[in-house]
């Protein structure tokens, strides 16, 4: 008696529903055309049905009903035959196919994947399976790898592997007997004399100073050199302000000029709501090149910066609030008070911006606008997770 059994069929082909492919539609019969590999197979079986890539066998279906039956015809090399069948239903599908020798042996099935039109991704006839390891729970933490990188919109774009200065922005206000210019440069790297820095280091160390809130050393506000640089959550972002007042009562007039070094951070939080800005503003100590002047101090010659920390978007508590300056109120008494000012605020985020295009994180992305700054102008705008700017 004869008890082996066929092998796989050779091949199974569809023109109307290509293997792993959308084809056909629903109830559309389409020819499936079988080559069983062997000259002694009888009939072939088949079945069609919804893809199951979850099973542990090989068809992917461990039922015994819904087999048909045709037989076949041979050529004298191999026996072979062809069935019509329809999907009755959108989604991905498999038609299971197997051999019958003429002592009623049923061979191992073919399983044949192919989707109905409606679907891109495709049916999957054959499967992997993979032991993943056991969850270590006291592994070690996965490092940070948010390394600082330059502050693209803040300076200008790279050019032939350099980080170059933005480009001034200059302001201009006119009154009855003076005339005042203010010039903004953002930079790609703040550059100090070693004895400004240790001015600043020593200033800073003072307990009336707050702490700067980005605590890489990246962004110290005590180095000689300072980047413009940003990670995921924080911004470091220095700029150059020159502050001129021409006097029109004075034959000639008079031109006063002082510049500042001005840095400025801003810390979001990935976890909560919160947003931290933080502001130093250092006087140059440099000479004032002829035939510009000093300002001279008194009540005539005072520098008077007005500053304010604002987070422009529906989504904030405040939009704009006084820095929580220390170190004496934003002036200076003359070019030769060289006092160092700092200031601090917070906001909160409920998420929202202004003007959506949608309700997704990526339509929220674009449209928030934070930072700090000087009423009135903008400053500068640096893509971090939320953008942010500053103004004047």
Same mark, same amino acid.
């Given at each position: ?8 069929p ?9 293997e ?8 559309e ?27 542990g066998?090989?068809? %992917?279906? +461990?039922?015994?009903? /819904?087999?048909?039956?045709t037989?076949? *015809?041979?050529? =004298?090399? &191999?026996? $072979? ?21 003429r002592?009623?042996n049923? %061979?191992? +099935?073919?399983?044949? /994947? ?5 679907? *891109?991704?495709? =049916?999957? &006839?054959? $499967?992997i399976?993979?032991?993943?390891p056991k969850?270590?729970i006291?592994a070690?933490a ?6 600082p ?6 300076? +200008? ?40 820095a ?8 003072l307990?009336?100073?707050?702490d ?35 006097d ?39 000479s004032i090149?002829?035939?510009k002047?000093?300002f001279?101090?008194g ?15 529906d989504?904030c ?42 309700s ?7 449209d ?7 009423t ?17």
């Amino acid at each position: 008696m004869d008890t082996t059994a066929p092998g796989v069929p050779k091949s199974v082909v569809s023109e109307t529903y290509p293997e792993n492919l959308p084809g056909g539609a629903v109830g559309e019969r389409g020819r499936f055309d079988v080559d069983t590999g062997v000259d002694d197979a009888r009939d072939v079986e088949y079945r069609i049905g919804p893809a199951d890539t979850d099973d542990g066998g090989n068809s %992917g279906n +461990t039922s015994t009903e /819904g087999w048909q039956r045709t037989p076949t *015809t041979n050529n =004298g090399f &191999a026996a $072979k035959t062809s069935f019509y069948a329809a999907p009755a239903e959108d989604g991905n599908h498999q038609a299971e196919v197997r051999s019958v020798d003429r002592a009623d042996n049923t %061979g191992a +099935t073919r399983v044949y /994947g192919f989707a109905s039109p409606r679907r *891109t991704d495709t =049916g999957r &006839a054959k $499967k992997i399976d993979i032991d993943l390891p056991k969850s270590n729970i006291g592994a070690t933490a996965p490092g940070s790898h948010d390394e600082p990188q330059p502050a693209w919109d803040w300076a +200008t774009v790279q050019q032939n592997d350099m980080v170059r200065d933005g480009r001034p922005q200059v302001y201009r206000s006119t009154g009855p007997k003076s005339r005042s210019t203010v010039t903004l440069t953002p930079l790609a790297e703040l550059k100090r004399s070693p004895e400004e820095a240790a001015s600043a280091r020593r200033q800073l160390r003072l307990p009336e100073y707050p702490d700067p809130i980005i605590k890489g050393a990246w962004c110290d506000p005590t180095l000689v050199n300072i980047k413009a640089q940003m990670t995921r959550t924080e911004a470091c972002l220095p700029t150059q302000v020159t502050f001129e007042v021409t006097d029109l009562a004075s034959q000639p007039p008079k031109v006063y000029q002082q510049m500042f070094d001005v840095l400025y951070m801003l810390k979001t939080d990935p976890e909560s709501n919160k947003i931290k800005t933080w502001m130093q503003i250092d006087p140059r100590d440099w000479s004032i090149p002829a035939p510009k002047l000093p300002f001279p101090g008194g009540a005539n010659g005072m520098i008077l910066l007005d500053v304010q920390s604002w987070c422009q978007s529906d989504g904030c508590d405040k939009q704009a609030q006084d820095w929580d300056s220390y170190g004496g109120r934003s002036r200076w008494s003359g070019n030769q008070d060289q006092h160092i000012i700092t200031g601090a605020a917070d906001f909160e985020w409920n998420g929202g911006v202004n003007n959506p295009s949608g309700s997704k994180d990526k339509d929220l992305s674009r449209d928030s606008r934070c930072g700090g700054g000087w009423t009135g102008v903008r400053l500068f705008r640096v893509s971090l997770i939320r953008p942010a700017r500053t103004r004047w």
